[in-house]
């Protein structure tokens, strides 16, 4: 399953979203949760929190977490935060 993120991801937009994707996993039970970044434009650490959240629920479910299409600067935040060590980014 892939969860397309747009726009900014801060303390607003992360509650809704969250919300959004623990439905979706809900209803599909995937092995494989992918969050898309490529049309995020800004994120807070609501967004680091967002990804640690899912990363939470895959495990309870046995699956896994992947971050792609990150843009530089998301992807930098990541890696600071060391979300690598947790989750795949591609």
């Known amino acids: 399953m892939t969860a397309a993120l ?4 801060d303390h607003h937009s992360a509650a809704w979203l969250r919300t959004d994707i623990e439905t979706a996993i809900n209803d599909s039970r995937p092995r494989l949760l992918r969050l898309d970044f490529e049309k995020v434009g800004f ?9 640690m959240g899912r990363l ?3 495990r309870r479910l ?3 977490l992947e971050l792609v ?3 530089d600067y998301i992807r930098r935040v ?3 935060a060391k ?3 947790y989750v795949k980014i591609k």
């Open 69 to 71: 299409n990150l843009p």
């Open 43 to 51: 994120m807070d650490s609501s967004g680091v929190g967002l990804v």
């Open 6 to 9: 747009t726009g900014e991801i």
């Open 62 to 64: 046995r699956g896994e």
């Open 78 to 80: 990541m890696l600071m």
């Open 56 to 58: 939470n629920t895959m």
């Open 83 to 85: 979300i690598d060590r």
